[in-house]
């Protein structure tokens, strides 16, 4: 609870829950080992402050997902919810693991520059972000849009079609 605050609209990540082959779980370090602040959207803080209120302690520390025990929510344990909310939403085909793709590529079509990109994923190579981020149709028709908007706005001259009889002769065009 402590890691969300609600007025500013940030979730601070600085830990990761890691769940041991014997059973124990154990907070440490993010897996790039970087905390890192993230702003949320403001469409999503309404829902955000009904889940601080439904299901979460009021205590600083207490966990934001809970399992069926009560007790703090196991890895082990998410998949079966993440399948069993993927189902019912009738997304068969998509993997949890997707939803990297998914974040890099959105931000990427806001205009996010690569560094801002590898800060919000808490990526600390450009690897990373060329290995999650995809170009989109939708994005590039709008920097075709862009772009007639830069054409406009410098008036640039467009290059003259050169003819066939042109080209024979050596003119150059293309």
Not at 8 to 37: I, W
Not at 106 to 116: L, N, R
Not at 157 to 173: H, K, L, N, Q, T
């Amino acid at each position: 609870r402590q890691d969300i605050d609600l007025r500013a609209g940030t979730v601070l990540v600085e830990r990761s829950l890691h769940e041991f082959y014997d059973g124990r779980l154990e907070l440490g370090p993010t897996k790039n080992g970087d905390p890192r602040k993230v702003y949320m959207p403001s469409s999503v803080m309404p829902a955000l402050e009904d889940h601080l209120r439904r299901f979460v302690g009021s205590e600083s520390d207490a966990p934001l997902f809970l399992g069926a025990t009560g007790l703090r929510l196991r890895p082990s344990n998410f998949g079966v919810i993440w399948e069993s909310a993927r189902l019912r939403a009738g997304l068969t085909w998509v993997r949890f693991h997707d939803l990297h793709h998914f974040a890099a590529t959105t931000f990427a079509s806001t205009g996010a520059s690569t560094k801002e990109i590898m800060s919000r994923g808490g990526w600390k190579s450009v690897a990373m972000v060329v290995c999650y981020e995809h170009a989109s149709e939708k994005r590039d028709a709008l920097l075709a849009l862009a772009l007639n908007q830069v054409a406009e706005s410098s008036n640039v001259v467009p290059i003259p079609s050169v003819s066939p009889g042109d080209r024979a002769r050596g003119a150059r065009g293309g």
